[in-house]
Every structure is written in structure tokens, then in C-alpha cells.
């Protein structure tokens, strides 16, 4: 996946897209994954990653992972990289 590179992310989980000028709040979980994705992780990755931070099955991480990535991809903050 590939985070839009203009995204703002503060301590507190305020989320600005200045393209759009949209704002959001999320949670220290939904920073960590955007982070993950920064840092040029792959899903899988990630998937593994929160797996064992905190210790969830995979089946769940997977599907929680994959709605959050599309609430993301549907406010622009997110696109599939074909390589992922």
C-alpha cells in the first residue's frame, strides 16, 4: 500500500489531507498501521506485525486490516501498490 505522502499525522490521531483539506480522527492503532505503511511495509507485513504486538489471530488482523485500508483508499489516503 502506499500512503499518500502529503498526510499529516499528529500525536493524537489527527489526520489531515491537505489535497483535499478533509480531516479526520483516528486511533493509535489506525496511526500505527498508516505508520507501518509509511515506513514501506507490505499488508502482510503488517498483518504479522500487530499479530504479535497484540496478539490477535491472523484471520481477524487480516479482516480488520482490510476494512480499515478501505475506508482509507475511500477517502483518498491510501492506494494499492501493485507490488503489495
Known sequence: MKINKNLAISENGFCLNPVTGESFSINPIGAEIIQLFKA???????????????NIDEATMERDLYDFVNVLKHHQLIQADEKN
Not at 511495509?41 to 504479522?48: N, Q
Open 40 to 54: 514501506g511495509m507490505t499488508s502482510e507485513k503488517v498483518v504479522k506485525e500487530l499479530c504479535t504486538s497484540y
